[in-house]
């Protein structure tokens, strides 16, 4: 599967944004899928997850209650609500998939990856 992030931005603390993650190739409904953001000089982190079906989700402690992981199978897109965004939200994002019927947290178990797109969250 082939993953192409898009939605990123400037925005000011307390904005909002949605990221969208479009899956080329057949059968998307298959694949599990995750959020991941990296900061300069940090490494990669997991920030949302969904099972392959949409009815499991799972968040990193930092963004819970802020973000919405969801996805669309017939649009073959999985999306990324951000609200009551802060500076500390400010990275590249990407959006990964692993053939599973289970959502995860870890990034090793993302075999396919996005070309990530910039979230800057000005104070």
């Known amino acids: 599967v082939q993953l192409q992030a898009s939605g990123g931005g400037l925005v000011q603390a307390g904005g909002s944004l949605r990221l969208s993650c479009a899956a080329s190739?057949?059968?998307?409904?298959?694949?599990?899928m995750g959020w991941f953001r990296q900061a300069p000089g940090n490494e990669r982190e997991f920030v949302a997850g969904?099972?392959?079906?949409?009815?499991?989700?799972l968040y990193a402690d930092s963004v819970e209650g802020r973000f919405t992981i969801s996805r669309d199978n017939a649009k073959n897109t999985v999306y990324l609500q951000m609200n009551s965004l802060k500076p500390e939200d400010t990275a590249v994002y990407f959006c990964?998939?692993?053939?599973?019927?289970?959502?995860?947290?870890?990034?090793?178990?993302?075999?396919?990856w996005g070309q990530g797109t910039l979230v800057t969250v000005s104070s």
């Open positions: 969904i099972d392959r079906s949409g009815g499991d989700t």
């Open positions: 190739g057949r059968r998307f409904s298959s694949y599990a």
């Open positions: 990964a998939a692993r053939w599973s019927m289970y959502a995860s947290t870890t990034r090793g178990e993302f075999p396919s």
